[in-house]
Every structure is written in C-alpha cells, then in structure tokens.
C-alpha cells in the first residue's frame, strides 16, 4: 500500500473522471472516482484518505493547463492522478475547424503541467493512458489515440510516475468478445467501464487486486 494516513489524491481530467460530480453531494460523481473513494475507504478506513476529483467534462490538456494551478497545485496533493487525451483526439473528429491540439502540442503541454508538480514536495503523479473511441480496436478514433498513449506513457517513465494501461486494458477486454459494452456512447463509460477503469488503477498503484 503506497498510501500514508491522510494523503490527498487529487483526480483530474475530463468526463470520464467527472461524470456528473457536481450534482454529488460529496463532489465524487458516480464513476471511477467513486469506485476507487469507495473501495479504499471501506479497506483502509484508518488511512482517511481525502479523494478529490477536479474532473471537467469536455477538458482537451489545454483546459488543464487553464486550471492547473487552481484545481490541483492549491490542493497541496501528495498524489495527483491524471485521465486527459480522449477530447484532444475527439475534437479532431467532430469538430475538425475547432484549434487542434495534435500529439506535440499534447505532450509539450502535458509535460509543463507535471513539471509544475515538481514544487510539491513528496507528491508523485499517476497517469492514466487515454481509454478508447469506439468499441473496436482498429477504429480511427482509437488508431489517432495510439500517439498519445505513447506520450503518456514516456511522461511517466520521465516523471518517475505510476502508468495506468487503461487503454491497454480496454483493447485486452475487447480481445475477449465478450459481447458486453464498456461505454454509453463508444467513449462515456457504463458502469462495467467504470469498473474496469477502477480495477486497472488499483492493480498498477497498490497491486489490489493481486495480478494472475
């Protein structure tokens, strides 16, 4: 168990991490966030861990960069977990005249948000790969993703973070044609896809539940 007594983890990113947080009494929503809240605090009761999430549907990392200071470096976190990259590739595809913001930019902007972290002291950074668009492996939504789980997962090799294979994770899921969805929509997740965002955390930060 990576965690102290009364560590803060912030959560930030788009939809996925808000899911309806704000009309939350406890500020959570009722997605991954809330799974992880839920399963850490009945397990680890004594911790009293506070999770805080700052997700904001329709975030690209530019609107993180908007906030950064305000939604995540104010909170003095000792960890920080971020979920960012569906909208910046999402954008390209139903709104093609909008200003991209194509994998350079991605990761040019990406990297300043986590050098900023550098001034917490003792705080580490969990990132979180970019899920899927569409339900199948080889939609164009998901191929354009491919460069940014790169970038996400060199950042965290140079940040020295924890990698969530998320999008791994959801292309092994698919592999196993189960015939049971994992999104609303092909990018908002269902309850299953809530769960297998939770569980793939938990597995790549405290090894809860054990790997096979």
């Not at 803060?8 to 799974?35: A, C, E, N």
């Not at 000792?78 to 569906?86: A, D, E, H, M, Y």
């Not at 979180?128 to 492996?137: C, L, R």
């Not at 196993?176 to 990018?187: A, F, I, R, W």
Request: glycine share 6%.
């Amino acid at each position: 168990m990576p965690f102290k007594a009364k560590d803060k983890i912030v959560f930030i990113g788009d939809s996925i991490t808000d899911k309806g947080r704000k009309k939350d009494p406890l500020k959570l929503g009722s997605g991954y966030v809330r799974l992880l809240h839920d399963y850490l605090t009945a397990l680890y009761p004594k911790l009293s861990l506070k999770i805080i999430n700052e997700g904001v549907s329709g975030n690209r990392v530019i609107d993180l960069e908007k906030r950064w200071t305000m939604d995540v470096m104010d909170h003095q976190p000792q960890w920080i977990s971020v979920s960012i990259g569906i909208n910046d590739v999402w954008r390209q595809l139903d709104s093609p005249d909008a200003e991209q913001v194509y994998p350079e930019k991605f990761e040019t902007v990406y990297r300043s948000l986590l050098e900023q972290t550098k001034q917490l002291p003792n705080c580490r950074v969990i990132l979180m790969q970019p899920t899927v668009i569409k339900e199948y492996p080889d939609s164009t939504g998901t191929r354009l993703l491919k460069p940014y789980v790169d970038i996400v997962n060199r950042l965290t090799e140079e940040f020295n973070g924890i990698l969530v294979p998320t999008h791994e994770a959801f292309l092994n899921f698919f592999h196993c044609e189960t015939g049971q969805d994992l999104t609303t929509d092909g990018v908002h997740m269902n309850t299953l896809g809530d769960m297998l965002m939770a569980t793939t955390w938990l597995k790549a930060v405290t090894g809860i539940p054990n790997r096979n």
